[in-house]
T-cell receptor
Framework: GQNIDQPTEMTATEGAIVQINCTYQ??????LFWYQQHAGEAPTFLSY????GLEEKGRFSSFLSRSKGYSYLLLKELQMKDSASYLC?????????????FGTGTLLAVQP | EAGVAQSPRYKIIEKRQSVAFWCNPI?????LYWYQQILGQGPKLLIQ????????DSQLPKDRFSAERLKGVDSTLKIQPAKLEDSAVYLC??????????????FGNGTRLTVT
């Protein structure tokens, strides 16, 4: 079966650093994706990890440990516009069946 | 490049009525997905197309939901008859290459369906 867990909500302060965790159990693994979704808008792609380690993209970084079934998204120098839902998604299969399976999302509120 | 286009943006219907959603993927994207996102949850895959063929429809409630992708470009998703629990945002997404493991999905803004 497939199971992806994330915290439901988090709160952080503008200018601070926040880490959003994701654990997964899937029947296969071909990569983990993080998406950002503002209320009423489409999810937008943030990052992709397939090998263990840290991927850095500006203020956002994503980490993966395949042996632990664990990932986190790190947001630095938080801004008010970072208030959004952050979705962790796993690609269990390759080939034509390359769908993404999503967690429930973590709603991040950035406070002044 | 133009993004994934969806219409309508909002739709309100009564239960037992029918409704259809339309999606135009990013040009050149062979793979198209329909996801259902219930409030407070992550998107759930309903159906995936590769060109005009169905790759995965294992979670599509086939007694009431149908989808097609004629000519391998635009797609429509239909619900007939609608139930209250179908109230959700219906997201269409496309990706460039099936089998490209790092190929992200690009989402449209979705259609917010309310069934009363």
């Amino acid at each position: 079966g497939q199971n992806i867990d994330q915290p439901t909500e988090m709160t952080a302060t503008e200018g601070a650093i926040v880490q959003i965790n994701c654990t997964y159990q899937t029947s296969g693994f071909n990569g983990l994706f993080w998406y950002q979704q503002h209320a009423g808008e489409a999810p937008t792609f943030l990052s992709y990890n397939v090998l263990d380690g840290l991927e850095e993209k500006g203020r956002f970084s994503s980490f993966l440990s395949r042996s632990k079934g664990y990932s986190y998204l790190l947001l630095k120098e938080l801004q008010m516009k970072d208030s959004a839902s952050y979705l962790c998604a796993v690609r269990p299969f390759g080939g034509a069946t390359n769908k993404l399976i999503f967690g429930t999302g973590t709603l991040l509120a950035v406070q002044p | 490049e133009a993004g994934v286009a969806q219409s309508p943006r909002y739709k309100i219907i009564e239960k037992r009525q029918s409704v259809a959603f339309w999606c135009n993927p990013i040009s050149g994207h062979a793979t198209l997905y329909w996801y259902q996102q219930i409030l407070g949850q992550g998107p759930k895959l309903l159906i995936q197309f590769q060109n005009n063929g169905v790759v995965d429809d294992s979670q599509l409630p086939k007694d009431r939901f149908s989808a097609e992708r004629l000519k391998g470009v635009d797609s429509t998703l239909k619900i007939q008859p609608a139930k209250l629990e179908d109230s959700a945002v219906y997201l269409c997404a496309s990706s460039l290459v099936a089998g490209g493991y790092n190929s992200p999905l690009h989402f449209g803004n979705g259609t917010r369906l309310t069934v009363t």
